[in-house]
């Protein structure tokens, strides 16, 4: 069975940082490639970032790009998101998604139950 568990939300001031993690279980987390996404109340669900297997390749949505970023650490079967300059239009559920199949680039079949982070001064 396959587990994705996110941590590291919380509340942070604006201009702040916060470093998400995601741990992932029952599957070759090596080989999968990983997503992170994000939603707000009453707004569809963005797609941030991702990272593929080989751990050199990472894409970045626009809106988040510079300010974020993608790593992975194989040999703790856990992904990370570094983000940086946090404004109050990066409050939102955070979510981590895996394909669940090897060496594919898509879709993300498994999701986690995400993690919030919310700017406040």
């Known amino acids: 069975q396959v587990h994705v568990i996110e941590s590291g939300g919380g509340l942070v001031q604006p201009g702040g940082s916060l470093r998400l993690s995601c741990a992932v279980s029952?599957?070759?987390?090596?080989?999968?490639?990983m997503g992170w996404f994000r939603q707000s109340p009453g707004k569809e669900r963005e797609y941030l970032a991702r990272?593929?297997?080989?751990?050199?390749?990472?894409y970045y949505a626009d809106s988040v790009k510079g300010r974020i970023t993608i790593s992975r650490e194989n040999a703790k079967n856990t992904m990370y998101l570094q983000m940086n300059s946090l404004n109050f239009g990066d409050e939102a559920t955070y979510y981590c998604?895996?394909?669940?199949?090897?060496?594919?680039?898509?879709?993300?079949?498994?999701w986690g139950q995400g993690t919030q982070v919310t700017v406040s001064s």
């Open positions: 998604a895996t394909a669940g199949r090897p060496f594919v680039g898509g879709p993300f079949d498994y």
């Open positions: 029952g599957l070759s987390f090596s080989s999968q490639t």
């Open positions: 990272i593929i297997w080989t751990v050199v390749a990472s």
